[in-house]
């Protein structure tokens, strides 16, 4: 039975003012960023500021209408709004509007809308519902395979854009499924892959697959615990590369070395099982598959980056590992706002005195690189201000989720948690020049409908689940 209570009097005020305080320093940002003293009135609509004037009220009248509707609508419709929002990432492949390179957009005049902004909420209801079901167990495979189909469908969509930044995003899911009982081993080996990955473009191939073999050899000595049997493993595999190689230099087998190297510890595995049977010990199967998987990967790394990267974004990753200098080029955008982050010192130069923003050095400086705003005006101080309430805002995020009766309602807060702490350490991270640019708003700072709209609605659908664990159980 649904009790009766005040919405307003129960909803998290403290999110509500962390929320308007980042809305309104956003603003404060694109008003800096793209300041004209032609055109200084803030409803001045042929102004990026005027008009995210009219999106922030737009925003707000939504997150009033969030608000008020019945919270078991969220968990009702959560399949038909995903289904929709797929059909929508369909559709702009077909009609929409391309711009920079990417057919993302509706236009519909004035105003563009991206359906991959809008496709986070409904891929965060669909996965909530999915996952909060009685009959969803986390350990079952074909559970598992499952919720993986649900984030990678408008992933795959939103790549073929192209829009690989906004595709990444949905990978931050896996930190929902890691609160909700994946196996912390799961996300350790996807850390491990993404430093492999970047250690494969940087160090020698041989290096990295010597470098493997040894560390899976003493992780299997250290957990066995047997001087015998490593040496036995060790033997067996040194024999046959051994006789490989022999082969090669007197025989003149045309093999590779990594051909040698790889047929050697397949075929030593399938020798070793024998001993891993007899002596039962089962972790040596899987240390021998980590190790054989990740010297495969290796060989993939190469290959995706050459042709799944496009080559900009090859250009980027390799000027961020050092590998290459473009400052005028590809690493223009970085290296600018690097500069004007830098050049705001401790306190910054002040309100519409930056002249990195005000000469338009930097690209997209009220969008993807509003943050370099920040830092150049308001130096350090306002750059840790802003660090400052967005951490605030995602524990807060996370104190609500722990706090939830309902499952669903737990899942999608981890979930608003998950795309904001992406966006946000992600956009932070490629502005001072940690991580590649790829494209992501601040979160309700930079200038856009969509996002900020998107971002809203994953706030305000997760405060208004939070009221209903007052009113009834989901």
């Known amino acids: 039975m649904k009790r009766r209570i005040n919405k307003w009097s129960e909803i998290d005020w403290i999110t509500i003012v962390l929320y308007l305080l980042i809305v309104v320093l956003g603003w404060v940002s694109i008003y800096s960023a793209v300041y004209n003293e032609e055109h200084d009135k803030i409803f001045d609509l042929s102004q990026r500021y005027g008009k995210q004037m009219i999106l922030i009220f737009g925003a707000l009248v939504i997150a009033l209408l969030v608000v008020v509707t019945d919270s078991r609508f969220y968990s009702s419709f ?23 390179g990417a057919k993302s957009w509706f236009e519909f005049g004035p105003l563009r809308l991206q359906p991959a902004e809008f496709a986070k909420v409904g891929t965060a209801m669909a996965l909530a519902r999915y996952v909060s079901s009685k009959s969803f167990n986390i350990k079952n495979s074909k559970n598992v395979f499952n919720v993986i189909v649900i984030i990678l469908i408008p992933a795959i969509f939103i790549y073929v854009q192209p829009d690989t930044g906004s595709a990444l995003v949905y990978f931050a899911f896996i930190l929902v499924l890691y609160r909700e009982g994946l196996s912390g081993g799961i996300l350790l080996i996807g850390i491990l892959m993404m430093i492999l990955f970047v250690l494969t473009l940087i160090i020698d191939k041989m290096v990295i697959i010597i470098a493997l073999m040894v560390v899976g050899y003493l992780v299997f000595l250290i957990i066995d615990r047997n001087i015998k049997r490593f040496l ?10 051994g006789t490989f190689f022999g082969l090669k230099e007197f025989a003149g087998l045309g093999l590779s070395v990594y051909f040698i190297l790889i ?36 060989f993939t790394v190469n290959y995706a980056f050459d042709n ?69 005006e308001w130096g350090f101080l306002g750059t840790s201000l802003i660090i400052i ?22 899942i999608f807060g981890y979930s608003v948690f998950a795309i904001l702490l992406f966006h ?48 009834y159980l989901i």
Not at 389 to 410: D, H, K, N, W, Y
């Open 424 to 471: 946000f350490v992600v956009n932070i991270g490629m502005t001072i020049g940690l991580l590649p640019v790829i494209g992501i708003p601040l979160p309700f700072m930079s200038y856009g409908g969509s996002s900020l709209w998107t971002f809203t609605i994953l706030l305000f659908v997760f405060l208004r689940l939070d009221i209903s664990r007052l009113e």
């Open 232 to 241: 036995i493993a060790a033997l067996i595999y040194i024999g046959l590369s």
């Open 263 to 298: 047929l050697s510890l397949i075929i030593s595995g399938f020798i070793y099982s024998f001993f891993i049977y007899f002596y039962r010990i089962r972790k040596a199967v899987l240390i021998y598959m980590l190790m054989l998987g990740s010297i495969i990967f290796t």
């Open 78 to 100: 959560a399949y038909v709004i995903y289904a929709i929002v797929i059909l929508l990432l369909i559709v702009v492949l077909l009609i929409g509007k391309e711009i920079h």
């Open 389 to 410: 309430l967005f951490t605030i805002l995602l524990l807060r995020i996370l104190v609500l989720a722990e706090r939830q009766r309902s499952g669903f309602c737990r």
């Open 308 to 376: 799944i990267l496009k080559p900009y974004q090859q250009k980027r990753i390799n000027i961020l590992l050092g590998m290459d200098s473009d400052p005028y080029g590809s690493g223009y955008n970085v290296n600018q706002s690097i500069i004007a982050i830098g050049s705001g010192g401790f306190s910054g130069k002040g309100f519409l005195k930056g002249t990195q923003t005000k000469f338009e050095f930097v690209p997209e400086q009220s969008t993807d690189f509003i943050f370099c705003t920040v830092g150049e």
